[in-house]
């Protein structure tokens, strides 16, 4: 007798958890469609679509000279190399 009385409650305490969890869902999809104070507007009509043909300015500065980037790639293998020595010396 006792055993289904904590049963009982046990029940009622769920049933309650329960429909609790489905009010506060309802809730939460009206939370949703606020929007702070410093959101971006945002656009009116949602199916347009960015400008394809806008392309950007040339550029003023000029690509790096060839001996240049190979310095570069130098020191980035030389450096890519200390790492892995050093990867292996802490193992």
């Not at 309802?26 to 929007?35: E, F, I, K, M, P």
């Not at 000029?62 to 130098?74: F, L």
């Amino acid at each position: 007798m006792l055993a289904l009385r904590d049963l009982q409650k046990s029940l009622l305490i769920c049933g309650a958890l329960l429909g609790a969890v489905f009010v506060l869902g309802g809730c939460s999809s009206q939370l949703a469609d606020l929007t702070p104070a410093d959101a971006q507007a945002h656009p009116k009509e949602p199916g347009t679509y960015l400008p394809v043909h806008d392309l950007p300015p040339d550029r003023d500065q000029a690509v790096i000279p060839p001996e240049q980037r190979a310095k570069i790639e130098a020191e980035l293998a030389a450096a890519r190399e200390r790492q892995a020595i050093a990867a292996k010396d802490a193992k």
